[in-house]
């Protein structure tokens, strides 16, 4: 059983506020935010204040002999949030271990050493992503075939244990692809021993020493690294091979917390490409890729004729920055070690860069990026988007790559799509509504292996005229240029829509008489039960139900059930307010497809988390008049151009116009709803009929319904079959 917040302060005998504060910090366990409010266990202990001194001689033992970590210390261990967290502890799969609320050094160092191991069952099916490790080949990286079949081989002998070995096998490479750009003779592969035998004075020498960590000579063993050594890399020009070996042998996990995801070759060619079409002057322009990892985009700017003496970098990684210098000296025979260590620097963008401005930032900025508690009230006391609860690091970036911009200075960064309409990131797009104009944006898709994250190359210039008239979009195989001004008044930037698909957006938004169902209806999530195996069966037994999943829901109408669950909302992950589930009527939508659709359901019927609910509370408007509307081809344009996305959340559905018309109109459209829901025939001429009723409602012409069909051709309708 579980109890409001109210009841909690009265039981706690402590204020609402309070008991708010201790579940935020998840202090009170088994504590759960449903729909928006919290839900405590009637069991849960009073949490002993940590604000007053423990009298109490035993907690005052355990507090002076072990380390306390709490909730916080914790999910930063194991790079998990804090709602997951706590839905462990209410699941039993975790239990604070000191005074039922804070957590011991030793049993923290369990749960890792459990979730690394390969033999782990202890949330495995659970852990966040981030926590992931292990090496991986990414072939997209670089086009030369021999180069990407020698890192898969380094890959399948295993032989490479530790960082070190890494650094010796990336030396003897480097040293290798050196001997080849200038044209010197070698007979063997393993030519690393030999290198540092010379102690020679030259500029190359002292990028290899810095690579090796300084190491003595003495202390590089390389016996048992023979296997990979005798291993011929074949040097490419513009060609980031060494790149190639450090991303795919690092550690996955160690590459995410940073939020490094490095850019494929043609990736760097296009947004480079963009640039150019541009600026024609880019050859005289200073450039700087403020998180240039092992240089990519600067290799990618020599091949179009741009200078060493242009380009300028910086990252965080040092291995990644001896790399780049190392890339940059193999592609300019001629540049001095001064130059390298005063053009590509060892730096945290975050909070120092480079004392000049730049003509041109580039580059790909770190995604998810995980801050210390120091850089983040850093991040705060410095940064207008280091507002949010939560930081991203992609947003703070592009706010500082902004201030190393000169006026008139050009910016072009690959990016997240969702940096565009996500709620989260309001603040970086006021930022450059007010003070950039956008000249590019291409729309990538899903371009970074293994991550389901559409992206896209925001190109933006330093200036005073804030417009969007002249910015090339490219989606698909699709492109055109944007003749009109645009007001972007609900702070989203649809860019991925022409001028004559702006101007229907503008109709469908401007219609009179307009309601939303934002503050105007209950959104619940359908159920994740934490152990499908336990709760979840392909047939009914003996208190089982019907469950649908998203695949179940079709538009206007739901497949019979193929699954059954115990419903035994206590024990699950994530369970919505049981009255939405069992409420009289309300609506169900997938909350993955590319069109939205939606069901009418009166049974009651639970769903899991693919398939999610609405219940319009409308005054004046029937919910199967809302159905047909959020059914409609009108809806279907509106979500796509406006959110380009394939996840139907909240906030998109609150955002679609709905018509507030007379119960007649109501009446006609329902009686059309009620016919295709019943009907045994083919439907698609009754949907037709209807969708065009619609149309209708939104003061559309002929031409502009013309542009949405176009839009939404191809795209499955999943209307409901006979």
Sequence with gaps: MYISVNEAAAKFNISKRRVQTLCEQGRIAGANIVDGAWLIPDTAPKPFDRRRKVSNENQMSILNTQTILTIDDFCKALSISKATAKNWIRLNRITPDINGEFFSEAYVSEIVADIKSENSTKLKSRRNKKSASGRVLYKDYVRTCENQLLVEELLETGIIQDQRDLLIVLANFAVQLFYQSRGIPYSDNNVLLDFLLRND?????????DLLGNQKLSHISIDRLQPILSKGMKFVKGEDSLGLIYISLRDIGNRKSSGAYYTPEKIVNTLIDNLYDIDSQMLHKSICDPCCGTGNFLLGLAMKGVRYTCLYGQDIDPTSIYLARINIALMFPEICVLDLYSHFVIGNTYFESFAQDFDIILGNPPWGGEFSDE????????????????????????????????????????????????AAHDAIRKILLNSCSFRFVSYLGNVFRGVQCPAIILGISLDSSKTVMGCKVVRDKDSFVITHERDFIDGTLSFNVSDEEDDCLRTISSIPNVIYLKGNAKFALGIVTGNNKDYISSKKGDGYEAVLRGSDIQRFGIKKAENYIRFIPESFQQVAPIEIYRAKEKLLYRFICEVPVFAYDDAQTLSLNSCNIVVPEIVGLEMKYILAILNSSVAAYFISKKFNSVKLLRSHIEQIPIPAVIPSIQNAIIKKVDHIMNSSEDISGLYMELDNEIMGLYNLSSSQVKTIRTALTGKRSFLRVK
């Excluded at 004075?201 to 020493?209: E, H, M, S, V």
């Excluded at 706010?399 to 565009?420: C, D, N, Q, R, T």
């Design 201 to 209: 004075t030259n500029d190359f020498y002292a990028l290899i020493f």
């Design 375 to 422: 850089d983040a009230l850093k991040c705060r006391s410095r940064f207008k988007t280091a507002g949010n609860k939560n930081l991203e690091s992609y947003d703070i970036f592009l706010e500082k790559a902004l201030s190393m911009l000169h006026a008139g200075g050009i910016l072009a960064f690959v990016l997240p799509e969702a940096v565009l309409s996500v």
